[in-house]
């Protein structure tokens, strides 16, 4: 089955860029899909086709995906982005179908 | 708006039985594939099952093949998971989602099962 790996965890001053990764074998070669979810709140898609933002989101949130490794980028983190940030894509090569990545925390210092 | 709203969870023996449904609202409920994706306490997401626009296909993680069936109503606007033969580590928030083309927009806030005796 095709695994996600995620840093548990990425701190970031106010202001300042927050990078989250998220590896996979050759998931350059997928599209992926990332979703902010605050404490006691339902699961937000922030990012999806690896750089597209949903409509409400701000531009701050971008996102990149090349060769091994698919980046979601944090720009002037502000004090409400802190969440729990996973990726996801489709694996259409088992049964497994939709993989999630195990999170990432982030902590705006 | 587009709403998920989901029903159903509970505590349960391990062993035992039980139905989640999921209403939707505000979208056409036929146009569009569904999921449900389960969050264990203090865990992240996990895909559970998914369901095409018809019912017509259908697909399970592994840890809860054989186990659970996904359908859903088009008439009803509900989307359904049957829980069965339920075991301590399928404690967890049940959510589903809007499967748009492979990601997952929106998803509703959950209905918590407990698997304990």
């Known amino acids: 089955s095709y695994v996600l790996t995620q840093p548990p965890s990425v701190s970031v001053a106010p202001g300042k860029t927050a990078r989250i990764t998220c590896g996979g074998n050759?998931?350059?070669?997928?599209?992926v899909h990332w979703y902010q979810q605050k404490p006691g709140q339902a699961p937000v898609l922030v990012i999806y086709?690896?750089?597209d933002r949903p409509s409400g989101i701000p531009e701050r949130f971008s996102g990149s995906n090349s060769g091994n490794t698919a980046t979601l980028t944090i720009s002037r983190v502000e004090a409400g982005d802190e969440a729990d940030y996973y990726c996801?894509?489709?694996?259409?090569?088992?049964?497994?179908?939709?993989?999630f990545g195990g999170g990432t925390k982030l902590t705006v210092l | 708006e587009v709403q998920l709203v989901e029903s159903g969870g509970g505590v349960v023996r391990p062993g035992g039985s039980l139905r989640l449904s999921c209403a939707a609202s505000?979208?056409?409920?036929?146009?569009?594939?569904m999921s449900w994706v389960r969050q264990a306490p203090g865990k992240g997401l996990e895909w559970v099952s998914g369901?095409?626009?018809?019912?017509?296909?259908?697909g399970y993680a592994d840890s809860v093949k054989g186990r659970f069936t996904i359908s859903r109503d088009n008439a009803k606007n509900s989307l359904y998971l049957q829980m069965k033969s339920l075991r301590a580590e399928d404690t967890a928030l049940y959510h589903c989602?809007?499967?748009?083309?492979?990601?997952?927009?929106?998803w509703g806030q959950g209905t918590l099962v407990t698997v304990s005796s």
């Open positions: 989602a809007r499967d748009k083309v492979g990601w997952f927009d929106p």
């Open positions: 505000g979208f056409t409920f036929d146009d569009y594939d």
């Open positions: 369901i095409n626009w018809n019912g017509g296909s259908t």
């Open positions: 050759n998931i350059g070669s997928k599209s």
């Open positions: 086709y690896d750089s």
């Open positions: 996801q894509v489709w694996d259409s090569s088992s049964d497994h179908h939709w993989v």
